[in-house]
């Protein structure tokens, strides 16, 4: 079997890392997590927010709610409040086409 690399993930991303990530200014991301329930980044005494990875896909979740489908805030609420399990699952379909079509473009550079 061929080796395979694992990909390391960490417990905890800081909010400069997680507003890196998604290419938006930290703002966005407070104002989200006051909006959405389902974002509860954790916070250390000074108050700086530790986002895990369940926080960052349910973020992913929410960008692909508003940007790409154009939901507003209240439709993505009311979305997300019905229809969780299977959008969470959806994400997750798109996230590996994502990660397919990255590993196929590389091996038809190489080609």
């Known amino acids: 079997m061929p080796y395979k690399e694992r990909e390391i993930s960490k417990m905890y991303y800081t909010m400069g ?18 909006e959405f ?7 250390n005494k ?10 960052l896909e349910n973020l992913k979740l929410i960008f692909h709610l508003i940007r790409e489908k154009g939901y507003t805030l209240n439709g993505a609420k009311e979305y997300l409040k019905n229809n969780m399990a299977t959008s969470k699952d959806n994400i997750k379909v798109i996230t590996s086409l994502e990660n397919l079509k990255k590993f196929l473009i590389e091996v038809s550079e190489q080609l």
């Open 17 to 34: 890392e997680v507003a890196i990530l998604f290419d938006v200014n930290q703002s966005l991301i407070r104002f989200y997590e006051k």
């Open 37 to 43: 329930d389902i974002l509860q980044p954790k916070k």
């Open 46 to 55: 000074k108050g700086n927010r530790y986002f895990t990875p369940e926080d």
